[in-house]
């Protein structure tokens, strides 16, 4: 069974333009979430989509958005990048929305804003 | 590869001797907590989880201690393994609340 994969692993950008981030999840996992991870703030959670649908939003500005698509895959987008936004982009899939539920991790996007 | 935290607590460890990492959570409703290990260039890996109803689990050379009186969770790992080197985070989750992550430890396993 093929693991979460998330596309690009490296992207380099330059302050003020824009990036998608693609995640695609396990095959019949239908909630995406997705985290920010930082050297200084650590893991934090952006959003969560279960059957296209937001379910939870966590503390960032506007600037950072997500879909998702009918086949669970994810898209998030983050405009007028700025330097701070240079992390590591985490998506982790699971079944449900349920907190039982155990969460399969990418191996993440490198983001670098220069 | 990446750094995923440049001054994040440090246990050392020889290599055979047991582990144990500690974890503070913050929400006192919480009701579910995983572990999970970071190796470097890869995203967390499940290891081990533990439900609110309960105070002990143990899984394969790890056990979980949840200990709600003083919101403390801990990571047991017997024979420590130079494969077990990595960051480790507990994850708190609040009745299908988003996860919440701890800061992380990363552990250094000395042959």
């Known amino acids: 069974k093929a693991g979460v994969t998330q596309t690009p692993r490296y992207l380099i950008k330059t302050r003020g333009q824009q990036v998608t981030l693609s995640c695609s999840p396990i095959s019949g996992h239908r909630s995406v979430s997705w985290y920010q991870q930082t050297p200084g703030q650590g893991l934090q959670f952006l959003f969560e989509y279960f059957s296209e649908t937001q379910r939870n939003k966590g503390n960032f500005p506007g600037r950072f958005s997500g879909r998702q698509f009918s086949n669970s895959r994810s898209e998030m987008n983050v405009s007028t990048l700025e330097l701070g936004d240079s992390a590591l982009y985490l998506c982790?899939?699971?079944?449900?929305?349920?907190?039982?539920?155990?969460?399969?991790f990418g191996p993440g996007t490198r983001l670098t804003v220069l | 590869g990446e750094s995923v935290g440049l001054h994040l607590p440090t246990l050392s460890v020889q290599e055979g001797d047991n582990s144990i990492i500690n974890c503070a959570y913050s929400n006192s409703a919480s009701d579910y907590f995983i572990w999970y290990k970071q190796e470097s260039g890869k995203g967390p890996q499940f290891i081990i989880d533990i439900r609110s109803n309960m105070d002990k689990r143990q899984g394969q050379r790890v056990t979980v201690l949840l200990n709600k009186t003083v919101k403390h969770l801990s990571l047991q790992i017997a024979a420590t393994q130079p494969g077990d080197s990595a960051v480790y985070f507990c994850?708190?989750?609040?009745?299908?609340?988003?996860?919440?992550f701890g800061p992380g430890t990363r552990l250094s396993v000395l042959p």
């Open positions: 982790a899939s699971s079944l449900s929305y349920s907190s039982y539920n155990e969460q399969f």
């Open positions: 994850a708190e989750n609040n009745y299908g609340q988003n996860f919440v």
